[in-house]
């Protein structure tokens, strides 16, 4: 059970715009910037969104972040092949129990 | 350019301990902290916990408080996870990252490099 919610599995064809959703809490998304990742089949993730909304450099802008309260959202605009894998969310955790970098399940994007 | 290498894939007994190293290269190495996260076969990402390169500072995930040991050798820019009292569900592909976070834990969640995993396999 992930601290922050995803759906499982997302869908599009080619050129379409997709959105996945995160859920959290006041501890996490709530008061911490929201992080987001890829991983394509059978390679370790890679850093797609940082501080909500913001881009490392070499990742193209189709890909877009925000966050609204206890939620966020991963934004891919032209959907392409290349962008099928999984996408985690992540944040900072100030819970009682300890602080903690806490993620999403994690959502399977299939591009049709 | 930036680089962790990671050692080679591990099969332990339930009960053992396991000891991965991440070489990083590229880059100062304490000037950066280093966190680990594992990823069981077909699930997500589970963060372990970070530590800094520069003072060796640490912040265990609670779940994993008192298994787990993370230990920076900076002579050789390598960074150490090591996992005791082995089980089962331990059977993960770990993954080292390079995190800015450098002296004292703080809220970011900011893995800009990963290594390239290493599978541990816990099995009787």
């Known amino acids: 059970q992930s601290v922050l919610t995803q759906p499982p599995s997302a869908s599009g064809t080619p050129g379409q715009r997709v959105t996945i959703s995160c859920s959290g809490s006041?501890?996490?998304?709530?008061?911490?910037?929201v992080y987001w990742y890829q991983q394509l089949p059978g390679t370790a993730p890679k850093l797609l969104i940082y501080?909500?909304?913001q881009r490392p450099s070499g990742v193209p802008d189709r890909f877009s972040g925000s966050k609204s309260g206890t939620s966020a959202s991963l934004a891919i605009s032209g959907l392409r092949s290349e962008d099928e894998a999984d996408y985690y969310c992540?944040?900072?955790?100030?819970?009682?129990?300890?602080?903690?970098?806490?993620f999403g399940g994690g959502t399977k994007l299939t591009v049709l | 350019q930036v680089q962790l290498v990671q050692s080679g894939a591990e099969v332990k007994k339930p009960g053992a301990s396991v000891k991965v190293s991440c070489k990083a290269s590229g880059y100062t190495f304490t000037s950066y902290g280093i966190s680990w996260v594992r990823q069981a076969p077909g699930q997500g990402l589970e963060w372990m916990g970070w530590?800094?390169?520069?003072?060796?500072?640490?912040n265990y995930a609670q779940k994993l408080q008192g298994r787990v040991t993370m230990t920076t050798d900076t002579s050789t820019s390598t960074a150490y996870m090591e996992l005791r009292s082995l089980r089962s569900d331990d059977t993960a592909v770990y993954y080292c990252a390079r995190d800015p976070v450098v002296v004292v834990p703080a809220a970011m969640a900011y893995f800009d490099y990963w290594g390239q995993g290493t599978l541990v396999t816990v099995s009787s």
């Open positions: 530590i800094s390169a520069y003072n060796g500072n640490t």
């Open positions: 992540a944040a900072w955790d100030d819970s009682l129990s300890g602080p903690d970098v806490v």
């Open positions: 501080r909500n909304n």
């Open positions: 006041s501890s996490n998304i709530g008061s911490n910037y």
